[in-house]
């Protein structure tokens, strides 16, 4: 394949996106050359298609922070042509070329084998957004949830709450889900949710300390819902946070931190060590029900992807959009 098609962004005011066809010598540098089978879209590739967002690093630009598919060149030693294998994080789609594309040149090291039990489509079915919501489930359990006391997820409906919600559930853990959307109520139980909070209930401002209630939480969202969730966290009690959505300032007291305990727990789904990355995805082959990871997502062509990324943008995705793009 000489060219191939791809989602390209561009500079400007405003940014401009075209699927059109690349040549491989516009591909950024890499030891391996990856046919992308399928990619996903998510709230960080809205930002970038749309350009409501800063996330792109430098120009011409194609989106996508995960990809599926399988090794067609490779000069990297743990991979060779045939090998099915997945990335997510790393910065592609913001600083290198990323997953909505056909063709995928990356540096080795980014990569992981595809786990046993998975399909290409299943891993971004899972992708970043779920890849992220493990990390977050690891952390909190590393740091002990009082199994006595409901977990909170906030952002529910979206791609990591979603999958957050499945793992928590399927762990026997008392899950309620809080999102903006009360629509959603049906599918979030679907997931394993055994209650719906508004997030109005959270983000609207309140005292420093609330009744002690959530014996851990996820937070997707950021700002004035992270702020929220800290009050009413029991002792002990720690707060998985990997989302900035609803913004990056948090405004709280040291209350939470010095009364009760409370642990703030930063997930970072790039600055993580290849073991634990391993270990991740290796327990998401294992743990979430296929049926379940089926429930929370849609497949969409690449040519249906910038109309999707406004949507994103405004919330009205469920659950974890697929890009099929071989």
Request: aromatic share 6%.
């Amino acid at each position: 394949m000489q060219t191939f098609k791809a989602l390209v962004v561009e500079s400007g005011d405003p940014y401009t996106a075209q699927i059109r066809q690349a040549r491989l010598d516009e591909l950024p540098p890499g030891e391996v050359l990856v046919r992308v089978a399928y990619s996903s879209l998510n709230y960080k590739d809205g930002l970038a298609i749309t350009g409501a967002g800063k996330v792109i690093r430098n120009f011409p630009m194609v989106p996508g922070i995960d990809l599926a598919g399988t090794v067609l060149e490779s000069a990297s030693p743990e991979y060779k042509p045939g090998d099915p294998v997945i990335l997510t994080g790393w910065g592609v789609g913001e600083r290198h070329w990323g997953g909505l594309s056909e063709l995928a040149r990356v540096r080795g090291e980014w990569l992981v084998p595809l786990p046993e039990g998975l399909t290409l489509k299943q891993a971004m079915g899972i992708g970043t957004a779920g890849f992220t919501a493990m990390l977050a489930v690891m952390a909190l359990e590393a740091h002990s949830i009082d199994p006595a006391r409901e977990v909170l997820v906030t952002g529910a409906a979206g791609g990591v709450g979603s999958l957050a919600v499945a793992l928590l559930a399927q762990r026997g853990y008392r899950v309620v889900a809080s999102t903006g959307r009360l629509s959603e109520e049906t599918y979030l139980k679907s997931l394993g949710a055994s209650e719906i909070l508004d997030r109005a209930v959270l983000s609207a401002p309140g005292k420093p300390l609330e009744s002690e209630r959530f014996g851990g939480a996820v937070d997707t969202v950021g700002g004035a819902v992270l702020a929220g969730v800290l009050p009413r966290m029991a002792y002990g009690g720690s707060v998985a946070a990997c989302g900035n959505a609803g913004g990056a300032k948090l405004e709280t007291t040291v209350f939470p931190f010095i009364l009760r305990g409370v642990n703030l727990l930063g997930i970072d789904s790039v600055m993580c060590p290849k073991e634990k990355r391993l270990l991740a995805w290796q327990r998401l082959a294992r743990e979430l029900p296929k049926p379940l990871l089926e429930a929370t997502l849609q497949t969409v062509s690449l040519e249906e992807v910038p109309v999707l990324a406004q949507a994103i943008l405004q919330g009205r995705v469920r659950g974890r959009v697929v890009v099929k793009l071989d």
